[in-house]
């Protein structure tokens, strides 16, 4: 037995000298994740467990306000570029798997719910292209054409919703499509038109039901409700917006951090430093919390129990934590400049906070706010964990 | 920043042809209204404003 350990031991450590030169090493990717390094085109795998850096890979194209989802076996990024890049990055060996060039000008993606498709969201040329998971191969080109003149529009806030369908906006057209590819071949689109003025982003409920599009050009947001059949917009929230007085935005909040916790969403105003605490199923508003700045992310912790807050330039350098029974902050962190991003771990034990212009990465204990550890990274920006796998809408 | 624009318009140097520095300048403090740029008077100073628009004119930062 003493013998068996000791051969175990040895071969740990033979493991562990690969390990330096990423040799694919005998391991789950349940706990890693990647963080982007905007300005140099690259991305870190990160190891949440570990709380380490394990790679950084280069070759990434330009990474502003790029964006990433995962493989349903969790080993595969998929990093979305914002010049049209689209790079599949394998997790276990550290290496970039496939990489394609799809468009000029790009912002999102998302994988659909069997993982067998990659769409990306596209500004030039307007529309949203579909890849094939494994291969980056073209599967489907949807121009998103709107007008007499045959016009395209720049595309936003897509997303994925079951049935293996996707639904984005068109921010020039105001429209919303789904796009389903349940079955084989072209897939069937369904136009919805008079979405409002200028939808800049969107987000699906974490149940798949509820699409939500938040208007540049007006107040108010359009809904629609994937279970209607069929689907028409409505209107939500007509307060939502800039209002009367018109008090400029720096920064659109990101819709995609609409937190669910306790019966309600925590979500961003509009060029207000406030939370509008807004009922799940009604979608009335119910309350307002009011916080140090313009927000940017309201992410709950995965127990719903509180609810995490970035802010907008120039109170960026703050990170704000609500107790959601209360409805009041709690606590504040000062982690510096340019707070851009925070992810939890899966079940919210920790939370990692990139502070781009301090070029690094902090990561805190979401329930003593306890700083934990701290990683160097160049830019740092989006940071996704692989468990977002899992996870509809994300 | 590769300046080629996203929701709003690319501003290179050669995109921002035929636009007056001074007109960047005062798009720069006064924003455009019914669209997404913000007036950052009160956040920016007017020989900031000025310096920005001229560094994207210089084409400095491609």
């Not at chain 1, 496939?98 to 990306?120: F, M, T």
């Not at chain 1, 902050?329 to 851009?340: Q, R, S, W």
């Amino acid at each position: 037995m003493r013998l068996l350990g000791l051969i175990t031991s040895f071969a740990v450590l033979i493991g562990s000298c690969f390990a330096g030169a990423a040799q694919p090493q005998m391991r789950g990717t349940g706990d890693l994740g990647i963080v982007i390094e905007r300005a140099d085109g690259s991305v870190c795998i990160v190891d949440t467990s570990a709380r380490s850096i394990l790679s950084c890979i280069e070759g990434l194209g330009d990474l502003s306000h790029a964006s990433a989802v995962f493989s349903r076996d969790q080993r595969y990024a998929y990093v979305f570029g914002r010049d049209g890049g689209l790079t599949k990055v394998d997790l276990l060996e550290q290496k970039i798997a496939e990489r394609v060039l799809q468009a000029g000008n790009s912002i999102g993606g998302a994988i659909s719910d069997d993982g067998r498709l990659i769409a990306v969201s596209n500004y030039e040329p307007g529309g949203v292209k579909v890849f094939d998971a494994d291969t980056l191969d073209l599967v489907a080109d949807i121009p998103a054409t709107y007008g007499s003149d045959e016009q395209r529009s720049k595309t936003v806030g897509l997303v994925d919703a079951p049935g293996r369908r996707f639904v984005f906006t068109l921010y020039d057209a105001g429209e919303i499509w789904i796009a389903d590819f349940s079955a084989d071949g072209e897939p069937a689109i369904t136009r919805l038109h008079h979405a409002g003025k200028q939808p800049y982003d969107a987000l699906i409920t974490g149940d798949g039901r509820h699409y939500i599009a938040g208007l540049f050009g007006e107040d108010g947001l359009a809904h629609i409700d994937l279970w209607d059949n069929p689907v028409t917009i409505s209107r939500i929230l007509d307060g939502y917006g800039k209002g009367e007085e018109k008090l400029p935005v720096y920064k659109m909040p990101h819709l995609e951090g609409w937190a669910l916790a306790g019966g309600s969403f925590i979500l961003p105003a509009v060029g207000r430093p406030d939370l509008l605490v807004v009922d799940v199923r009604t979608f009335e508003q119910t309350g307002q919390i009011e916080v140090h700045g313009q927000p940017v992310f309201a992410i709950a912790r995965p127990d719903g129990r509180q609810v995490w807050v970035n802010f907008a330039h120039p109170f960026n350098d703050t990170v704000q934590i609500i107790d959601v029974p209360s409805l009041k902050v709690i606590h504040e962190l000062k982690p510096g400049p340019a707070v851009l991003h925070m992810e939890f771990t899966p079940r919210g034990h920790e939370v990692w906070v990139s502070v781009r212009d301090s070029d690094k990465v902090e990561i805190y204990d979401a329930r003593t706010f306890e700083k934990r550890g701290e990683l160097k990274l160049r830019k740092p920006s989006g940071i996704f964990f692989s468990a977002r796998a899992n996870r509809i809408g994300l | 920043m590769t300046l080629k624009g996203g929701l709003g318009s690319p501003l290179r140097s050669g995109d921002l042809d035929g636009v007056e520095t001074e007109t960047i300048a005062q798009i720069v403090l006064n924003g455009v209204p019914g669209k997404p740029m913000p007036p950052w008077r009160g956040l920016l100073s007017e020989a900031e404003a000025g310096w920005i628009a001229a560094t994207l004119k210089a084409g400095d930062y491609e």
